[in-house]
């Protein structure tokens, strides 16, 4: 098993930044892939960044060029840098890790809103 805890959202003016984090616990070997994801409120929910045990990272359009996926060195904490935000960029971000097995592990979420 593995648990996921979000943290660093907020409230936060267009063009400031915002660091999330996403803290694992439990069995995180065999981990495959760390991806973020977000949902805005009537939309669904859709892959911002995604990187891989290989190191190669993905990017939805909207947000190439100003968000950054990362780890740490124990490769326990993902991390979504995001700067020049935009009201568009309104949502609930989860993280999702994927085992080898194909396993996907969610967190419960956090709230990014951004204010014009």
């Known amino acids: 098993q593995v648990q996921l805890v979000e943290s660093g959202g907020g409230l936060v003016q267009a063009g400031g930044s915002l660091r999330l984090s996403c803290r694992a616990s439990?069995?995180?070997?065999?981990?495959?892939?760390m991806a973020w994801y977000r949902q805005a409120p009537g939309k669904q929910r859709e892959l911002v960044a995604a990187?891989?045990?290989?190191?190669?990272?993905n990017y939805a359009d909207s947000v190439k060029g100003r968000f950054t996926i990362s780890t740490n060195n124990a490769k326990n904490t993902a991390y979504l840098q995001m700067n020049s935000l935009k009201p568009d960029d309104t949502a609930l971000y989860y993280c999702?890790?994927?085992?080898?097995?194909?396993?996907?592990?969610w967190g419960q979420g956090t709230q990014v809103t951004v204010s014009s």
């Open positions: 999702r890790w994927t085992k080898i097995t194909g396993y996907n592990y």
């Open positions: 439990g069995s995180i070997i065999s981990i495959d892939t």
């Open positions: 990187l891989t045990s290989g190191g190669s990272t």
